[in-house]
């Protein structure tokens, strides 16, 4: 029923919009006829999702929710300097059996709020300078450690200093900032949608180093550094992370009738505790790693199909009696465009995971591209956790296999560069250890969402 009505959804929306295409996105700025220096810019999406069969094992036994995301953006320039700032209202509403949390619900937030300085020609031809400090987003890299949410519904902001530097295949980018925690966290005060100013964790400095450069053939070599140092506060109970994470990424951008690939490993070292509690107060040596490497084909044909192989690997605590934490933490990174939607479904984290697949994108159309993914999940380590279920088995009797999860989708323009829809579902085939872990659930979860964003 759930699918039916979101097909129902889908087409009854197409016939109104396909008679709106235009030549140029469409968008307010020059729509309202601002003076030059002045950018505007204003996003809306409204997403539908729908979970059967709950694996988290806090949570009901299915869950549904309207989540809503309005962007706001403004930014005034003058010569080399600007001031910018970024609105974010993220809600949820039809809320039955929904887990609340800061990543569903962040009202009426200053997302960006920071002066910049730009400038060109500075140590080569044609090269830029940027340096922002303020309210911050990240996008750093592979993303896989520091991003601007695309599909969660609220986005990681910071506080800080940024610098970018960027030439014609090189850039380096450094940056030393306070991550800000979501506010409100009660429930009652997240389920009403209410207001409440995000604050900055003082206790916190996340700050690091990127390089990059080509290296030939179209391949690019990238270099990092990222660290992450808090300490507990009154109140604000903390893992005490004190941990470096260097790593290494050697990609090729997918070219058509050519072989691309990514390879990127990250090491992390230095020291954390095994939990939040405030009651936790054993400094563990963090020792973990993570792999990831991709191999893709995109063929000469109309629809252009494009296969890739695929395999993740994120380290667990392999004994949790040792004063060794071995597993990854992912620090602000995303996920989605690696391990499924996150949101309601999330059943796949950067964190004790092995994960061999297969992906594949089809484009039928310009304006019509479809997705997909299937993947065997196993725990890295036995009687570590299931992080996103909450589930663990410390003897290790109920193995490894999570189980088996396919994802896919299709996205339409329906008017390029201010309307799309998006429709998917993903799939979880439980394995011995989701079916047999301590707390676990019975069923196969099942995940369908339908969105609708709109950009001018």
């Known amino acids: ?53 709950e694996f988290h094992a806090s949570a009901g036994p299915n869950a549904t929710a309207l989540v809503l ?57 044609h090269d830029t300078l940027a340096v922002s400090a303020g309210r911050l987003t990240l996008d750093l890299g592979s993303r896989r450690l520091a991003a601007r949410n695309a599909y969660r519904n609220t986005i990681n902001g910071f506080t800080g200093l940024h610098v970018d530097w960027r030439a014609a295949t090189q850039q380096v980018t450094c940056f030393a900032v306070l991550p800000v925690e979501r506010s409100p966290t009660g429930l009652d005060a997240l389920a009403n949608n209410a207001f409440a100013l995000d604050r900055e964790a003082t206790g916190a400095l996340f700050w690091g180093a990127l390089a990059s450069s080509a290296v030939g053939a179209g391949i690019a070599l990238e270099l990092y550094v990222f660290a992450l140092h808090e300490a507990d506060r009154a109140g604000q109970p903390s893992q005490n992370r004190r941990v470096f994470t260097p790593g290494v990424r050697l990609f090729r951008q997918p070219i058509a009738g050519a072989f691309d690939f990514q390879l990127e490993l990250m090491l992390q070292r230095g020291r954390s505790r095994a939990s939040l509690t405030g009651s936790d107060v054993t400094d563990l040596r963090h020792e973990a790693s993570f792999v990831h490497a991709a191999f893709g084909y995109e063929a000469r044909l109309a629809p252009r199909p494009r296969l890739i192989l695929v395999y993740d690997r994120a380290s667990g605590d392999g004994d949790p009696s040792d004063r060794v934490n071995g597993r990854f933490d ?81 996205r339409w323009q329906v008017v390029p560069g201010n309307l799309s829809l998006e429709l998917g579902a993903a799939i979880l085939w439980r394995g011995r250890f989701a079916k047999t872990a301590p707390g676990t659930r019975p069923g196969d979860p099942l995940y369908v969402y339908s969105q609708v964003t709109g950009t001018i």
């Open 330 to 410: 992912t620090l602000f990174g995303a996920r989605r465009f690696d391990l499924g939607p996150t949101s309601l479904w999330g059943a796949l984290a950067r964190s004790n995971l092995e994960s061999p697949g297969l992906a594949f994108n089809l484009t039928p159309h310009e304006r019509l591209d479809a997705f997909g993914t299937f993947r065997l999940a196993y725990l890295a380590s036995a009687r570590d956790a299931w992080g996103p279920a909450g589930l663990r088995d410390p003897t290790g009797a109920a193995g490894r296999f999570i189980g088996q999860q396919f994802e896919a989708g299709i």
């Open 1 to 53: 029923m759930v699918v039916g009505a979101l097909l129902g959804t889908w087409l009854a929306l197409a016939p109104c919009h396909g008679g709106l295409a235009a030549e140029e996105p469409l968008r307010i700025g020059p729509a309202l006829g601002v003076p030059p220096g002045v950018r505007l810019g204003l996003e809306q999406r409204s997403r539908f999702e729908h979970l059967e069969n």
């Open 69 to 125: 995301r309005t962007l706001v953006f403004a930014e005034f320039s003058a010569g080399p300097w600007a001031l910018g700032l970024e609105l974010q209202d993220a809600r949820a509403f039809a809320r039955e059996g929904t887990p609340l949390s800061p990543t569903l619900v962040n009202a009426a937030e200053p997302l960006r709020a920071y002066l910049a300085y730009r400038t060109h020609d500075v140590w080569a031809a």
